[in-house]
């Protein structure tokens, strides 16, 4: 279904057409329309569909531009998926001139109030940080006419549903609440009876989750030696067409102008270049005239571009699925691909989360010496020699190279054509400033249920799990036990008011917005059978 189909307004019309979409996303196509009529939806889609856009574009089309309040509230589990998030409303509704601000902790509290004095009328938080504002009274949520509950599962696994439950407590009972999880599991259900009014359940199979011809590979690295040594791995693997993915937007300028210093043909995109920069630089990939594509995960999304060979995670994903996004780029319509990610010491548990979710055992690979780098830059140079001989006139320089010949030996020579061609990229000092390191996650494999814990141990004790791409027991891909540690504010918590709020939510209309008498939520199931 084309975008123009779904009612939206014109300007956001052309902000996907910016964006360069055209046709919209099942998850995007069944729950845009139910946004808009005003309903409730549970909707169940991995990271990656496009679930995003799908609340974003309703969200900024019911936005009242002449009122200052906030009118939606998108909570999401961790700091980077909210940035991401706001990125995206804010590009999408830029043409209508919707104001999106991101609050979340570990940052300047500060400078956010100063931002939200420009009156955003769509706020993205994580819970801690959101309810140190509400404390504060530097965020006041009794306009809010949609919330939407993103990644529901993660917070679930992270503890935040009471702290959820508190923000919902200073939300007006008349408001439109939206869920979205990559699983359905009980407590998921039974927030959603609590919270939501006869939601209309939108189910997205789920994509497949490995690709068989993807090489998977990772490096321990520290953040000091991380760039040269992926630099050495350029020159030993040689991509044709290579996708680096950073953590933000400052990760993906250093590396683009540290690449673009040792000679790299390299470019980089994110959320602050225009659309004019963006769609030229994608142009210019896309056409093979540049090798390396340096892109976060929000503007790398909605890419479709064939005969990408490598994928590069120079910074590993907080989220499970946004790896098997991101490594999906290559490996594509039949032809091989190699995905490298780097961890530190410190993320070999994300690295484990990854291989529950994937049922793939991700393979360690050696630094590359410098040596072999050498020895890797010489043969792409050969390379080229040949084929400069082989298609290029070379009759005008004969009188040249006969003088040539005359005061140096041909071997001489040969060496002196492949100094020439070959650099030694650490000639270059490239200096990439650490990222804040990710929050310390713990490893329960087994602690979400037999089905998956039982299957996933089968691969892992019966002697063929490495190399066993195509298994069976794929299973549900979020039921691997992994769990994240609280990223807890430092003032995450006011003494008994929590309890209170806590208590409080039980007693307010909110629970009664379903039929009156009834005891549980009416829901109506809509299924993707594609």
């Not at 769509?122 to 959101?130: E, F, H, I, S």
């Not at 950073?246 to 980089?268: F, H, I, P, S």
Request: proline residues 5%.
């Amino acid at each position: 279904m084309k975008f123009s189909e779904l009612n939206l307004e014109p300007a956001l019309l052309k902000s996907v057409e910016r964006a360069g979409f055209d046709e919209a996303t099942p998850i995007q196509a069944q729950t845009i329309p139910l946004v808009l009529a005003g309903d409730d939806v549970l909707g169940q889609a991995q990271t990656g569909t496009g679930k995003t856009a799908a609340f974003g574009l309703p969200i900024a089309q019911k936005v009242d531009l002449d009122e200052p309040d906030i009118q939606a509230l998108v909570i999401s589990p961790t700091r980077e998926l909210a940035m991401q998030t706001q990125e995206e409303i804010q590009r999408l509704g830029g043409i209508k001139r919707v104001k999106a601000q991101v609050v979340y902790g570990g940052s300047d509290i500060g400078r956010q109030i100063r931002n939200l004095k420009n009156h955003p009328q769509v706020l993205v938080g994580t819970p801690g940080r959101l309810l140190d504002h509400i404390n504060r009274r530097t965020v006041k949520l009794d306009h809010i006419k949609t919330v939407v509950l993103d990644e529901a599962d993660e917070m679930l696994d992270m503890g935040f549903v009471e702290d959820i439950e508190s923000i919902l407590t200073h939300v007006p009972n008349e408001h439109q609440t939206l869920l979205f999880s990559a699983t359905m599991p009980k407590q998921i259900m039974s927030i959603a009876e609590r919270f939501m009014n006869n939601p209309q359940i939108v189910k997205i199979k789920s994509k497949e989750l490995t690709a068989d011809l993807i090489d998977q590979y990772y490096i321990r690295a520290k953040e000091f030696e991380r760039f040269d040594i992926m630099t050495r791995l350029f020159d030993v693997q040689n991509p044709k067409l290579a996708l680096i993915f950073g953590r933000t937007k400052r990760r993906v300028d250093e590396l683009t102008k540290g690449l673009q210093a040792r000679g790299y043909n390299a470019e980089g995109i994110h959320g602050d270049l225009t659309q004019q920069k963006r769609m030229s630089v994608l142009r210019q990939f896309k056409n093979g005239e540049l090798q390396f594509l340096v892109a976060t995960d929000v503007a790398a999304r909605g890419l479709d571009i064939s005969g990408v060979t490598h994928v590069y995670n120079y910074d590993i994903p907080q989220d499970p699925d946004s790896y098997v996004h991101r490594i999906g780029r290559t490996g594509r319509a039949g032809a091989t691909g190699v995905a490298v990610t780097f961890i530190a010491p410190n993320e070999t548990s994300y690295l484990r989360g990854i291989e529950d979710l994937t049922r793939v055992r991700i393979t360690p690979l050696k630094p590359p010496t410098a040596k072999e780098a050498l020895h890797g830059q010489v043969q792409a140079a050969l390379k080229e020699v040949a084929n400069i001989a082989e298609n290029q006139d070379l009759a005008r320089f004969e009188g040249a190279a006969s003088d040539l010949l005359e005061k140096y030996s041909p071997e001489e020579l040969a060496a002196i054509l492949l100094r020439s061609m070959v650099t030694d990229p650490s000639s270059v000092p490239v200096h990439i400033a650490p990222e804040r390191p990710l929050p310390s996650r713990k490893t329960s494999r087994n602690s979400r249920g037999n089905g998956h814990g039982n299957s996933h141990g089968g691969h892992r004790n019966g002697g063929g799990y490495r190399g066993n791409r195509g298994g069976n027991g794929r299973g549900d891909h979020r039921e691997g036990g992994y769990r994240h540690d609280r990223d807890r504010d430092s003032s995450r918590r006011n003494g008994g008011n929590h309890s209170s709020n806590h208590n409080s939510r039980g007693n307010n209309n909110h629970g009664n917005r379903g039929h009156e008498g009834s005891g549980k939520r009416q829901f109506t199931i809509r299924k993707n059978n594609d």
